[in-house]
C-alpha cells in the first residue's frame, strides 16, 4: 500500500496553495470568456495560464500519469514532424536564409510549438493538486459548468436570444454569423466536459446530468450541428459497454481500454482506403443525395482530400497544405486522419494512429491481471496499491473508467467527424477535458461518497 507522507515543507505548501488559487481564478476567467468566443479565447487564456505553472512539468513522480507520457511522446514527435514539413523548412532547403525563410514563411507551426508545453503544464497542475484543494477545483468547476449550461440553454430555447442581443448592444450587429459559431463552440466544450462532471455531479443527484444533457443536445438542434448530437449518444453508448463489460474478459487482460485502442487506431489508418474504395465506387455520389447538406458536404471534402493525397501518400503536401485546396477543403478535411496523410504522409497517419492508441491505452489500468468490471467490487489506487476485501468500495480511479473512457471516445469522434488536427482551440478543450477528468477523480477521493 502506499506509505503516508511526512508533513508538507513550507515551498510545497505555497507552491500548492499557489497553483490552486491560479487554477481557481483562471476556469472562472475562462468560462467568462468562453461565452464571447471559445475558438477565439480559449487557447490564449490557456496559453498564459500555463506559463506561469510551467514549474509543474515534471511528470518524474505521478504515478499513473506515467502512463500517458508515450502520448506525450508521440504528440511531441506529429509536431516536430509538422515543423519538419513546414513552409519554413522548405524555403530554408531552398536556399533561404533564415531570416528570410521566417519572413516569408506562414509560421503556423509556432503557436502549437508554444502551447505544447504549457498546456501539459496546466494538467500536471491539476494532477498535482490533492485532497481537500483538489475538491475545492472540482467543486468550482462543477459550479461553473452548471452555470454556463444554464445560459447555454436559456440561449437555446430562445434561438440564440441573448447572444443575439449581446451582438447588437455592444458589437452593433457586427458578424451575425459568428453568434451561431460561437454558440456551436460553446457547445463542444460542454459536450466535452459532460462526461467528467457527470462523474462529479452523481455523486449528489443526477438532476443536473439530465439538464446539461438536454441543453447540448437543444443547442445543437438550433445551431443546426448534429454531430454533436451523435457524438453524445456514441459516448453513451461506449459508457454503458464499460459499465455491463464482463468481469471473465477483465480478468483475462480483455480491458475496454485496450480494445478500444486497437479499434481506433484501426479505424485512423484504414479511414483513407475506405473513403477511396466509397468514391471509386461511386458510393459517396449515392450517399450525398440521402444525408443532411452539412454531411453531403463532409462527403465530398473527404473524397478530394483523399485524392489530393493519393498523389503524395509517402511525405505529404507539407504542414498545413490543406489551406491550399480551398476553397474545396475549407481550411481543413474535417478528418484528422484525412489531414495526416494529406499533409504529413504515410509517417504522419502512423504517428497519428499511434498517439489514439496510447492515449486509450493508458486510460486503462495499470494492473489490469487484478482488475474485476467496473460494475464490480475491486479496488485500484494511482500507486498500484489494491485491495480485494470482501466489503471494500471501489475507488474514484475505478468508478471513473466509464466516464473517462466515454469522454475520451466523444473526443475522439468530434476529430473525427468535424475538425482537423491543428484547431488550437479544439486542442485545449481536450486538455480542458482532461484536466476536467482529473480534478474530479482526486476531488471524489478526498469528498464524502457519491451515487453511482
Known sequence: MRQARGPASLWERFKSGYSEGLLVNFLAVLFIALYFGASTMLPPLMFFAGLFVLGHLNPGQRGAVRSFLPAVGISAAILLLAFVRSDFVDLLTHGRSLSQAYAQSTRYFQAPMLTWFTTWALVFAIWDQAGDRAERVARWLGWLVIGMTCVQFGDALTGMGLRNWINVQWFHGLRPERVVVDGSDLNTVLLMLFWPLNFWFMRRSIVPVVFMAAAIVWTAVTVDTNA??????????????????????????????????????????????????????????????????????????WSYAANRALEKPMLGWGYEASREFMPIIPIHPHNMSLQAWLELGLPGLLLLAAFWFAVFWGLAPQNAEVYDAPGEKALYSLDGAYDTGLFAAPPAEQMARPYMLAAASAYFLLNAVSYGMWKGWLIGVGALTMMAGIVVIRGVQSGDKFRI
Open 228 to 301: 454533436h448530437v451523435i457524438v453524445l449518444v456514441v459516448s453513451w453508448i461506449v459508457f454503458r459497454a464499460t459499465r455491463a463489460w464482463p468481469g471473465a474478459w477483465t480478468r483475462r487482460g480483455i480491458l475496454p481500454e485496450r480494445v478500444l485502442a486497437g479499434l481506433i487506431a484501426f479505424w485512423v489508418l484504414t479511414f483513407p482506403v475506405l473513403v477511396l474504395a466509397t468514391a471509386r465506387g461511386g458510393y459517396i455520389s449515392a450517399l450525398q443525395q440521402h444525408v443532411p447538406p452539412s454531411w453531403a458536404a463532409r462527403l465530398e471534402i
